[in-house]
């Protein structure tokens, strides 16, 4: 058995299945499992074993990290949301420039939306943690490396921002940069 969220694995089984036009009787032949086991799985009151699970997922044309994880699915709807509103910021590039602006929204939007996230657990954790390298030693308060991650990507985010503000013609330059950097939304 493997520990994992019953209700989401449940949920994106019954889409997939749904989406395939399958019955959960036909899913429980191809993965070789009893429909009534299959059904149970389905409504979230069982817990497959990793090999059941994969049977499952190639039974329904997607992979195993598809049903275990929407973390991934999450990242990249607000990745793509920062995508649009970037493209909205930059619309006025000069086409001959949009294959590298193209390549610079999408950096921009990824490293935006793990800003974010970072930016949450050093709201919730803090910036510094206690830290010993030893049992015997007396634990101080070091800056957690989250904190230093956030400021390297914050530094490559301005600086794409940068980059991408220097493509605009120069009538559209006169835009707040806090603007431009999604702070004032």
Known sequence: MINLNSNLVASRMKQKRLELRLTQVEVSIHCKISSRYYASIENGK???????????????????????????????????????????????IPEEKQNLVEGLITQAARLRTLLDDNWRDILENGEYEKFKQSENQVAYDRRRPIVENYDNRDKTYQLIIKQLTELLPESFKSDKKSKLLGRNK
Do not use: W, Y
């Open 46 to 92: 069982n817990s497959p074993s990793l090999e059941t699970l994969a049977s499952i997922a190639e039974a329904l044309g997607c992979t195993l990290h598809f049903l275990l994880n929407d973390r991934v699915d999450d990242m990249e709807k607000r990745v793509e949301i920062e995508r649009e509103r970037l493209n909205q910021l930059f619309k006025n």
